[in-house]
């Protein structure tokens, strides 16, 4: 039997009503001859609201319990999704992580997905059941443990369901119709894609577009699953949607394929340390143990053997490097004068694979960014991608400038 994987993502599972126009979408597939395995996410607002819980009983929680909480939201959904396609007269059964079981890592709150035994399902499908409803975003431990994908992990759910099973196609159904240049909440000039590489979407992902969860591009890029992202609001034909695919299924594509950002940065310096090698391991290693995910990093200019060392990280971290780089100070392995903390920064990104073979984007990058009197913090380029770190209060500004000088409105 032909097999795809449906994903339905927050506000698509909201309440009843949402859950069950899913439904009758997934009817739909079940009706052309489909077997099909969905993923579902907590209702829009759920994990959120379970984060936060976590987060009011201490600020150095367990991240063992902390995920066998956040993990319960999807099976509410998952639960109710097989009941409403029942009432439906699809045959159709509920199961949680622990049950396929979807294996992982130990890394509880980031874990990794190692292994998805197909058994238990397919044994099912033999047995006539249609529909395998599966919570997304969770998983079970080598220790037996609940552990989470880390956010915006139902996706990854979807992909790694797709690869398992050789689905015909992983279909993610979101509240936007598909993969746009940017972000269409702060963009409206912001345009669909028919098509977005697997490159330029995992740039995208991996720079902020919450879209996707970066892993599931990663995923789909290894495993070639054919991804597509469409609405769950409208009508859907086949055609409809983002397909995500190799660059060479791409006839045109822009110089830049998108802008992306993301709010939540912070950038830390640490002001005059010993310029000499072994400093930046130093840090580097103490930040790192302590699970902090460093992204741009810059060293300032030395000046009588002493330097300032900067880098980004999410603001939620801010707490953990500062406690790391104190740790390290305290014990005499690093000396510095000290620590400044800017929380109010973001990150804007534009990406593109036409970057490889054309010149002068960063150029015209920073001249937008300058012509509406921005001022550029940190900048770090790939092959295809251009960050900076600006004050957030310009986030929209930026985003905008440079989707409208990109001219990324326009098709190619
Ligand atoms: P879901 O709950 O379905 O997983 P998410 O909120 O995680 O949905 O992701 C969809 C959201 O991603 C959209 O509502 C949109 O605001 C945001 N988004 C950010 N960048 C983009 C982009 N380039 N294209 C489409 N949506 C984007
Ligand atoms: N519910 C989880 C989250 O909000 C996972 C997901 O929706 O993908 O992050
Ligand atoms: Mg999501």
Known sequence: MPLLVMKFGGTSVANLDRIRRAAKRIGVEVAKGYDVIVIVSAMSGKTNELVGWVDETSPLYDAREYDAVVSSGENITAGLMALTLQEMDVPARSWQGWQVPLMT?????QARIEEIPTDNLNQKFGEGMKVAVVAGFQGISPEGRITTLGRGGSDTTAVAFAAAFGAERCDIYTDVDGVYTTDPRICEKARKLDRISFEEMLELASLGAK??????????????????????????????????????????????????????????????VADRPGIASIIFTALSDAGVNVDMIVQNISDEGRTDMTFSCPTDQVARAEQALLAIKDAGELNYAELVADQD???VSVVGIGMRSQSGVAAKMFKILSDEGINIKVITTSEIKISVLVDRKYMELAVQALHDAFELDKAA
């Open 345 to 347: 920064v973001c990150k």
């Open 211 to 272: 879209v996707l969860q970066t892993r599931s591009v990663e995923l789909a890029m290894r495993y070639k699953v054919k991804l597509r992202v469409l609405s769950s609001f409208e009508e859907q034909s086949d055609e409809a949607g983002t397909l995500v695919c190799d660059e060479e299924d791409i006839m045109e594509s822009n110089v830049v394929a998108g802008v992306a950002y993301s709010r939540d940065e912070a950038k830390m310096t640490v002001v005059s």
């Open 105 to 109: 890592t130990s890394a509880h709150s």
